[in-house]
């Protein structure tokens, strides 16, 4: 989950609510990208950054939105770290055409 500051900018994800995580963890994230004809070329953004952040990843599914504007990829990711799971959703905010990643 990524929540908004004042000046509209993401502010740092609390996925786990407050949760007390015990690393390495798993999840499942979904990120939903603006749709593009080279669907391949949307998912190399997004292994590329799991591949950079060192992050291991296991592609699940992807879904059309309803009027075909955005695709959704659903991933396995494992963390072993806050540190890691914080520069993951960094990396994730600068990939052209993500919408949002949770």
């Known amino acids: 989950m ?8 993401g502010g740092s994800p609390d996925i786990f609510q ?3 995580v015990i690393y390495p963890v798993s999840f499942e994230m979904k990120s939903v990208m603006v749709f593009s004809n080279n669907d391949s070329d949307n998912k190399e953004k997004l292994e590329q950054v799991f591949v950079k952040q060192k992050v291991a990843y296991t592609y699940v599914s992807k879904k059309a939105s309803s009027k075909g504007a955005y695709m959704s990829y659903t991933y396995n990711v494992t963390l072993t770290s806050k540190k890691q799971l914080d520069a993951l959703y960094r990396a994730l905010k600068k990939v052209k055409g993500l919408k949002f990643a949770l």
């Open 2 to 9: 990524v929540t908004k500051n004042s000046n509209g900018n």
């Open 18 to 20: 407050e949760q007390k």
